[in-house]
T-cell receptor
């Protein structure tokens, strides 16, 4: 159980375009989902925390107008990178917390590698 | 501020034992996680400690001392596939997960 999927796994786009990444909890309900970014050989950086039915909470330095997060249901959150630029190229990982779990483990999706040309 | 420290890189020999240490200073404590991350992949859960002591799970064990703000991950009978980064993460009083930078473990034959 506790599987999280992400789609797409890889995406290459031109500078200036927008890219949407989906994160789904397949066999549990996730009231909270997290979006991370990871640059090569660096640790995970939390971008935002997304709660179902409410606005996402962004970490300091993360532009909310550039990284649009929607958490419309208990099993789906989306991250849209708007007007992507080469510096946005990174590994984007989502995670979800099972609302019925009694401790705070986060289950991770497989990640999406974004390359902006 | 909140801080988690772990060594940047460690090297060990196949079949041996290695201990990866993690020290933390956070505002509150609601548990400590260890995750394994292979290059180009997302992290996978290894262990969770919220009480002092040792948790054993197969070849991997994790220890916690809350009074010392200290944990370690012990890997026994090392295999080549254990080459990965190992991430220590602490849940603070707001249930926010604070991440360490990770320890890259290199296994040599």
């Amino acid at each position: 159980g506790a599987v999280v999927s992400q789609h797409p796994s890889r995406v290459i786009c031109k500078s200036g375009t927008s890219v949407k990444i989906e994160c789904r909890s397949l066999d549990f309900q996730a009231t909270t989902m997290f979006w991370y970014r990871q640059f090569p050989k660096k640790s995970l950086m939390l971008m935002a925390t997304s709660n179902e039915g409410s606005k996402a909470t962004y970490e300091q330095g993360v532009e909310k107008d550039k990284f649009l997060i929607n958490h419309a249901s208990l099993t789906l959150s989306t991250l849209t990178v708007t007007s992507a630029h080469p510096e946005d190229s990174s590994f984007y990982i989502c995670s979800a917390r099972d609302r019925d779990y009694n401790y705070n483990e986060q289950f991770f999706g497989p990640g999406t590698r974004l390359t902006v040309l | 501020g909140q801080n988690i420290d772990q060594p940047t890189e460690m090297t060990a020999t196949e079949g041996a034992i290695v201990q990866i240490n993690c020290t933390y200073q956070t505002s509150g404590f609601n548990g400590l996680f260890w995750y394994q991350q292979h290059a180009g992949e997302a992290p996978t859960f290894l262990s969770y400690n919220v009480l002092d002591g040792l948790e054993e799970k197969g070849r991997f064990s994790s220890f916690l001392s809350r009074s010392k703000g200290y944990s370690y991950l012990l890997l026994k009978e090392l295999q080549m596939k254990d080459s990965a980064s190992y991430l220590c993460a602490v849940t603070d009083s707001n249930y926010q997960l604070i991440w360490g930078a990770g320890t890259k473990l290199i296994i040599k034959p």
